[in-house]
């Protein structure tokens, strides 16, 4: 989780945790009266005033924001305690991305749940940010290239969203500059390209799930069409 993931999770937690904790102060030290006497939550008024007696319970016009105050307060303690101690533990999991398990199973090709040392490389993306671990990660060969397909954190938000990586034959300059002089690009279904000497990346605008496994391919072939467009033109000129 996040830095700050994790303070908004924090502050979600205490305010939760205030406002029960103030719905149980009112609820407890809420009073009415009996006649001239005041009455605290939880007694009894006894009256003989007609000859017979009768319990009048306090009003409500104290107990019932009391009682709002507790249980929305109880339902914001809850959620932070959830985002604090539970939310990121689910992070690293294989449910969900059955897609990539059958690919690796069904091509031949790597899955693991994560990787620590994937982004090293990329430390100095801002994207990625940096000491990231990478998830549900699938690593193969594509028309004799190497790809790789992850998920990984926002490090300004947190949120979860899936890249895929090209990597060259051999690292080219020349690649970068060609890359970078392309108008655009990038086509569908890629959606945020970058370029290094050696590889070649698109980053999702948000995590990427499919009912199909070949579907998590779409972006490798676009990626791979890429590096297949600048080699056929480095050929080409010289």
């Avoid at 009048?56 to 249980?71: I, S």
């Avoid at 690009?185 to 999702?204: F, Q, S, W």
């Amino acid at each position: 989780m996040s830095g700050r993931t994790s303070r908004s999770s924090s502050i979600v937690l205490i305010v939760g945790l205030a406002v029960l904790a103030s719905g149980v102060i009112l609820l407890l030290t809420g009073d009415s009266t009996c006649g001239t006497t005041e009455m605290h939550i939880g007694g009894q008024c006894i009256t003989y005033g007609d000859g017979s007696s009768r319990v009048l319970e306090p009003d409500g016009q104290t107990r019932l924001p009391a009682l709002v105050a507790v249980g929305l307060g109880g339902l914001i303690a809850a959620a932070g305690v959830w985002l604090v101690f539970f939310a990121d533990q689910s992070v690293p999991q294989s449910a969900g991305v059955g897609d990539r398990i059958e690919l690796a199973r069904r091509q031949g090709w790597q899955f693991l749940d994560v990787d620590a040392d994937l982004l090293t490389a990329w430390s100095d993306t801002p994207d990625f940010g940096e000491e990231q671990p990478a998830y549900a990660v699938l690593r193969g060969h594509y028309d004799d290239l190497e790809f790789v397909v992850f998920d990984f954190r926002k490090p300004d938000t947190g949120e979860l969203c899936t890249a895929w990586i090209v990597y060259l034959p051999e690292p080219s300059r020349a690649f970068v500059r060609w890359a970078t002089a392309q108008e655009p690009l990038y086509r569908r279904p890629l959606n945020l390209v970058g370029v290094r000497a050696d590889a070649v990346v698109d980053i999702a605008a948000r995590l990427h799930r499919s009912t199909e496994p070949d579907a998590v391919l779409r972006q490798v072939r676009a990626l791979v069409e890429i590096v297949r467009r600048f080699e056929a033109q480095a050929a080409t000129s010289s």
